[in-house]
Nanobody, 114 residues
Framework: QVQLVESGGGLVQAGGSLRLSCAAS????????MAWYRQGPGNQRELVAR???????NYADSVKGRFTISRDGARNTVFLQMNSLKPEDTAVYYC????????WGQGTQVTVSS
Protein backbone atom coordinates (compact mmCIF):
# COMPACT_ATOMS: atom_id res chain seq x y z
CA GLN A 1 0.00 0.00 0.00
CA VAL A 2 1.14 3.51 -0.83
CA GLN A 3 -0.48 6.62 0.55
CA LEU A 4 -0.20 9.92 -1.32
CA VAL A 5 -1.06 13.29 0.18
CA GLU A 6 -1.11 16.35 -2.04
CA SER A 7 -0.96 19.98 -1.01
CA GLY A 8 -0.34 23.40 -2.49
CA GLY A 9 -3.36 24.02 -4.67
CA GLY A 10 -5.32 27.25 -4.59
CA LEU A 11 -6.54 30.28 -6.49
CA VAL A 12 -4.08 32.35 -8.51
CA GLN A 13 -4.29 34.98 -11.21
CA ALA A 14 -3.16 34.23 -14.74
CA GLY A 15 0.60 34.58 -15.00
CA GLY A 16 1.11 33.53 -11.39
CA SER A 17 2.78 30.52 -9.88
CA LEU A 18 1.92 27.64 -7.57
CA ARG A 19 3.91 24.74 -6.22
CA LEU A 20 2.21 21.42 -5.58
CA SER A 21 3.64 18.78 -3.26
CA CYS A 22 2.89 15.09 -2.96
CA ALA A 23 4.20 13.11 -0.02
CA ALA A 24 4.31 9.34 -0.41
CA SER A 25 4.32 6.91 2.51
CA UNK A 26 3.84 3.21 3.00
CA UNK A 27 5.54 0.57 0.89
CA UNK A 28 7.60 2.84 -1.34
CA UNK A 29 10.66 0.69 -1.93
CA UNK A 30 11.07 0.43 -5.69
CA UNK A 31 8.88 3.46 -6.32
CA UNK A 32 10.72 4.96 -9.28
CA UNK A 33 8.01 6.65 -11.26
CA MET A 34 5.68 9.33 -9.95
CA ALA A 35 3.51 11.63 -11.94
CA TRP A 36 1.03 14.47 -11.83
CA TYR A 37 -2.26 14.27 -13.70
CA ARG A 38 -5.08 16.77 -13.92
CA GLN A 39 -8.76 16.73 -14.70
CA GLY A 40 -10.47 19.92 -15.75
CA PRO A 41 -14.23 20.52 -15.86
CA GLY A 42 -15.77 18.22 -18.44
CA ASN A 43 -12.42 16.76 -19.41
CA GLN A 44 -10.76 13.41 -19.02
CA ARG A 45 -7.86 13.01 -16.65
CA GLU A 46 -4.61 13.75 -18.47
CA LEU A 47 -0.92 13.34 -17.75
CA VAL A 48 0.82 16.60 -16.88
CA ALA A 49 4.33 15.48 -15.95
CA ARG A 50 6.17 12.33 -14.96
CA UNK A 51 9.48 11.72 -13.21
CA UNK A 52 11.19 8.41 -13.82
CA UNK A 53 14.33 6.83 -12.37
CA UNK A 54 17.64 8.68 -12.74
CA UNK A 55 15.98 12.08 -13.07
CA UNK A 56 14.31 11.51 -16.40
CA UNK A 57 11.15 13.52 -16.89
CA ASN A 58 8.50 14.07 -19.48
CA TYR A 59 5.76 16.65 -19.86
CA ALA A 60 2.54 17.28 -21.70
CA ASP A 61 3.09 19.65 -24.60
CA SER A 62 0.68 22.14 -23.04
CA VAL A 63 2.90 22.66 -19.98
CA LYS A 64 6.41 22.35 -21.40
CA GLY A 65 8.56 25.31 -20.43
CA ARG A 66 6.12 26.39 -17.71
CA PHE A 67 5.91 23.42 -15.31
CA THR A 68 8.73 21.54 -13.64
CA ILE A 69 8.44 18.22 -11.85
CA SER A 70 11.06 17.33 -9.27
CA ARG A 71 11.71 14.94 -6.45
CA ASP A 72 13.46 15.34 -3.11
CA GLY A 73 16.62 13.51 -2.16
CA ALA A 74 14.83 10.87 -0.14
CA ARG A 75 12.61 10.20 -3.17
CA ASN A 76 9.41 10.16 -1.21
CA THR A 77 8.07 13.61 -2.13
CA VAL A 78 7.40 14.91 -5.61
CA PHE A 79 6.78 18.53 -6.51
CA LEU A 80 5.19 20.33 -9.41
CA GLN A 81 6.32 23.92 -9.87
CA MET A 82 3.81 25.69 -12.06
CA ASN A 83 4.73 29.05 -13.55
CA SER A 84 3.02 31.34 -16.04
CA LEU A 85 -0.30 29.77 -15.18
CA LYS A 86 -3.18 30.09 -17.60
CA PRO A 87 -6.95 29.81 -17.04
CA GLU A 88 -6.89 26.56 -19.02
CA ASP A 89 -4.64 25.07 -16.32
CA THR A 90 -7.64 25.14 -13.97
CA ALA A 91 -8.23 21.56 -12.83
CA VAL A 92 -8.00 19.13 -9.98
CA TYR A 93 -4.41 17.90 -9.88
CA TYR A 94 -3.70 14.34 -8.80
CA CYS A 95 -0.49 12.70 -7.75
CA UNK A 96 0.12 9.19 -9.05
CA UNK A 97 2.56 6.50 -7.97
CA UNK A 98 3.34 3.98 -10.69
CA UNK A 99 3.98 0.92 -8.56
CA UNK A 100 1.93 -2.23 -8.22
CA UNK A 101 -1.69 -1.49 -9.09
CA UNK A 102 -0.99 2.24 -9.12
CA UNK A 103 -2.01 4.69 -6.43
CA TRP A 104 -3.67 8.09 -6.48
CA GLY A 105 -3.83 10.99 -4.12
CA GLN A 106 -7.06 12.71 -3.21
CA GLY A 107 -6.46 15.62 -5.57
CA THR A 108 -5.90 19.32 -5.03
CA GLN A 109 -7.81 22.09 -6.78
CA VAL A 110 -5.94 24.64 -8.86
CA THR A 111 -7.96 27.59 -10.13
CA VAL A 112 -6.45 30.22 -12.41
CA SER A 113 -8.46 33.38 -12.88
CA SER A 114 -8.17 35.53 -15.99
Amino acid sequence: QVQLVESGGGLVQAGGSLRLSCAASGIIVGLNTMAWYRQGPGNQRELVARTIAFGNTNYADSVKGRFTISRDGARNTVFLQMNSLKPEDTAVYYCNAEIGPGYWGQGTQVTVSS
